[in-house]
């Protein structure tokens, strides 16, 4: 099951109590305040994890706690630190702050590590050197350990492709992604037979030797119709998947069985681009007349060719059943990836040119005071 929005709590371990303790034994002449310090609560991190392709994992399972740090103990015994928990996430993930909407990472690269959840600090107890002074020997003083850090967080998964095909219901877009790559989805003669995202790895130059030829992603989005950013049909759900392409292919029915408008039908779905999202609007396109074997009266195909060329569109001319115009479709495909800008490392969910790291990556600082 595809599951791109989960929201979930993550709460850090609390912090280990502060022991208070004397050393009282006969042979210990310099015995006094012993009480270990309590140890710090786990963290909780989230990681990216390229072999996830979905949050079916967070759709059932929402709440997540580390481990407590353990109590201090006598004999200046420091209590062990609470383990820490990872929480795996697809590649294209953004985590937001669920109370206030906001965009606290993005994985956009497989192996990065984000701290959801700080673990509490463990209590510091009565032993040297904390509460000892000359004028105060046999301290009672003792703290008890902080909670840790809890937050409501929702997790929205964008697929990372570089092609995103957009098109209504039936307009060929699954037939095409399993005709120029390995992808299987679902195909049948009626509207709104994708319901989710698919990806595929397209080659653009089969014969180039292994490793050298072009190679990009497409995503088949789910089809939309007029009136979808007010939630008609499927809605703008999916689209949050194409707002990480660099290019998109927009497939347009011209066959005769279809008799729908072309052009009236790409002003539509360029109105539901730019109602969801202006950045989409603004992404260069490629319109692909589909179904070309069925296609025997070319009036429309030829009105939707002289509506691109006056706006000065790419276009191209397709049959996925018979496979002509497929190759030099892919072939434009990478030609126009190869002259746009490539996105430089992670892009953050607030648009910005460098990742924004909401917490450091690894293991917590020295500064916290961790109990050895």
């Not at 209590?79 to 906001?102: C, H, I, K, Q, Y």
């Not at 049909?233 to 999916?238: A, E, H, I, K, N």
């Not at 707002?243 to 069985?257: F, G, K």
Request: hydrophobic residues 35%; proline residues 8%; glycine residues 14%.
């Amino acid at each position: 099951m595809f599951v791109d929005e989960a929201k979930i709590l993550v709460k850090g371990g609390d912090g280990g109590n502060g022991c208070m303790a004397f050393r009282r034994e006969k042979y210990v002449p310099r015995g006094g305040p012993s009480g270990g310090d309590g140890g710090n609560g786990g963290d909780i991190y989230i990681e990216s994890n390229p072999n996830d392709n979905t949050l079916l994992r967070y759709r059932y399972n929402r709440e997540f706690r580390a481990e407590r740090g353990r109590h201090g103990e006598g004999s200046d015994c420091h209590g062990r630190r609470g383990a820490a928990m990872t929480l795996p996430v697809p590649v294209g993930t953004v985590v937001f702050d669920d109370a206030s909407n906001e965009p606290l990472f993005d994985f956009t690269e497989p192996g990065q590590r984000f701290r959801a959840a700080r673990g509490g600090r463990g209590g510091r107890g009565n032993g040297n050197p904390h509460f000892v002074r000359p004028w105060h020997q046999a301290p009672r003083e003792h703290e008890d350990g902080q909670p840790g850090e809890e937050r409501h967080l929702r997790l929205e998964l964008k697929l990372l492709a570089d092609v995103g095909l957009v098109g209504f219901p039936n307009a060929g877009k699954s037939t095409l992604i399993s005709r120029i790559s390995a992808a299987r989805p679902k195909i049948a003669a009626y509207p709104f037979t994708t319901l989710e995202p698919h990806l595929g790895v397209v080659s653009a130059d089969p014969g180039a030797a292994p490793g050298s030829g072009r190679i990009f992603v497409v995503a088949d989005v789910p089809g939309l119709i007029e009136g979808a950013h007010e939630g008609a049909g499927l809605g703008t759900r999916f689209l949050k998947h194409v707002e990480r392409t660099r290019l998109i292919a927009h497939l347009v029915d011209t066959s005769d069985a279809s008799d729908r408008d072309p052009v009236h039908d790409v002003e539509i779905i360029e109105h539901e681009l730019a109602a969801f999202s202006p950045s989409l609007a603004e992404k260069p396109v490629i319109i692909v007349a589909t179904k070309l074997d069925a296609t025997t009266d070319r009036t429309r195909l030829e009105k939707l060719r002289a509506f691109t060329g006056a706006r000065g569109l790419l276009f191209h001319a397709i049959s996925s059943a018979t496979g002509e115009g497929i190759g030099a479709l892919v072939r434009a495909m990478a030609d126009a990836l190869d002259r746009l800008p490539k996105p430089a490392g992670a892009v953050s969910a607030q648009g910005a040119d460098q990742p924004r790291l909401a917490a450091p990556i690894g293991p917590p600082p020295e500064s916290r005071g961790e109990k050895r």
